[in-house]
């Protein structure tokens, strides 16, 4: 059997998905490709989202029920144990999949199966916001830069755009023994993975065709500063395990900017971030747009600054 033929498993890590699974299911209702399942892990169902899966029938769907949140590095390598296909898909439960999803990672995979090949396939994602203060500001234009940015990327560097949205073979998977355990709190655990794709001499495909809308997005600053600060130590372990992979160590860049950077990353811990944001969400529907767009640009990219300076501070798990 070829993996134009094989099974597709889809594995869904889940922690309060009560409002997403159910908008999640609809768009896998409408693939075009039926020969496929999805294994939903839910890291400890708060929310009722066990009865939301059990109910669904209008396809191959089943859950996997962890008594207590163990992390996304569990959820995955527990789902991807189970799943039964060749052809192994990570989807967040926050993305709103078009109706060739299946189709586009499967035609990737079988495409580099018939030129004698093994690759990682990255489904780029575009967060979509309400229309707030802070989308307005800051959250839109970074929406459509991340996108760009992602259909920019060459051979040797996709691995960086590993997340939401991949897809490898059950062969790459079990050679490379899964997520990373190491990785216990917010990001990087993706990263990691995709780099370790790539340095296995696999290529990181960009399939346009498999894009998905992000539903999942930070609303505002202090949820997007507390990502960038907690993904700023996990960036930190990444460096530290993978010292030849030609990735930075992060610093503040040049000029008047940079300097006003550092200077504030200089000045924050997670408590200092909390505040910082709390004042700039509490500021940007008085303030003109571009100025708005400055001071959250500053604290986001402060936070992660200060996180990746104190690793050891980061306590709490996503």
């Known amino acids: 059997m070829t993996l134009n033929d094989s099974l597709v498993s889809v594995v869904v890590p889940s922690r309060g998905g009560a409002a997403t699974l159910p908008r999640l299911f609809d768009t896998f209702a409408q693939q075009n490709d039926p020969n496929f399942e999805v294994v939903v892990v839910l890291d400890g169902d708060i929310d009722g989202s066990r009865a939301i899966v059990d109910a669904e029938q209008r396809f191959n769907v089943s859950a996997l029920e962890f008594p207590e949140n163990r992390g996304r590095v569990a959820a995955l390598n527990a789902g991807f144990a189970q799943a039964r296909g060749e052809i192994l898909v990570r989807c967040d439960d926050d993305l709103l999949l078009p109706a060739g999803f299946i189709a586009a990672h499967r035609a990737a995979h079988a495409k580099a199966e ?19 203060p802070y989308a307005r500001a800051y959250g839109r234009g970074t929406a459509d830069a991340a996108l760009a940015h992602a259909y920019a990327q060459g051979s040797e560097t996709a691995w960086q755009l590993w997340a939401a949205n991949c897809s490898e073979t059950r062969d790459t998977f079990d050679e490379l023994g899964g997520y990373d355990t190491d990785y216990r709190h917010y990001g990087w655990e993706d990263v990691d993975h995709g780099y370790r794709v790539h340095a296995s001499g696999r290529e990181i495909v ?18 997007r500063a507390l990502r960038a600060y907690h ?3 996990a960036r930190h372990l990444f460096l530290e395990k993978h010292p030849q992979s030609g990735l930075k160590v992060a610093k503040p860049g040049p000029g008047i900017w940079g300097r006003a950077v550092g200077v504030t990353a200089r000045l924050l811990n997670e408590k200092g971030t909390k505040a910082l944001s709390r004042a700039v969400d509490a500021l940007l529907p008085l303030l003109p747009a571009a100025i708005g767009r400055k001071m959250v640009a500053l604290t986001v990219e402060a936070a992660g600054l200060a996180g990746n300076r104190r690793p050891s501070n980061v306590k709490e798990r996503f």
């Open 114 to 132: 018939a030129e004698g090949r093994s690759v990682g396939v990255v489904g780029p994602t575009f967060n979509v916001y309400e229309d707030t």
């Open 206 to 223: 960009v399939c346009k065709d498999a894009q998905a809308d992000h539903l999942g997005a930070a609303p505002d600053t202090l949820s």
């Open 231 to 233: 993904s700023g130590a």
